[in-house]
Nanobody, 124 residues
């Protein structure tokens, strides 16, 4: 069982930067692939990016490519999402998720565990 807790959300002005963290419980964190998703008001949850178990492979959605950086620290059981040049359309609840097979995957169905989400609001 893995529990995920996101933190670091908040209010930021357009053009600014933010780092969201996801802390995981359990000793098997280093074997999990981790994904970031977001859900804006009135919209479906969408894929933001993912990192494989070792951090050697990272994949980003086109909507954030060039503005987002995903990293992980397996010693701290934490994965990070940094975003810069934030836009109002980045406003959403951001979720981290864990895939027990350690993959990079964009499909939500492949993720076994989800955090509760953290709100990111970008003001114009």
């Amino acid at each position: 069982q893995v529990q995920l807790v996101e933190s670091g959300g908040g209010l930021v002005q357009a053009g600014g930067s933010l780092r969201v963290s996801c802390a995981a419980s359990g000793r098997t964190f280093s074997t999990y692939g981790m994904g970031w998703f977001r859900q804006a008001p009135g919209k479906d949850r969408e894929f933001v990016g993912a990192i494989n178990w070792s951090g050697s492979r990272i994949y980003y959605a086109d909507s954030v490519k060039g503005r987002a950086t995903i990293s992980r620290d397996n010693a701290k059981n934490t994965v990070y999402l940094e975003m810069n040049s934030l836009k109002p359309e980045d406003t959403a609840v951001y979720y981290c998720a864990a895939d027990s097979l350690g993959r990079i995957t964009t499909a939500q169905i492949n993720y076994n565990y989800w955090g509760q989400g953290t709100q990111v609001t970008v003001s114009s």
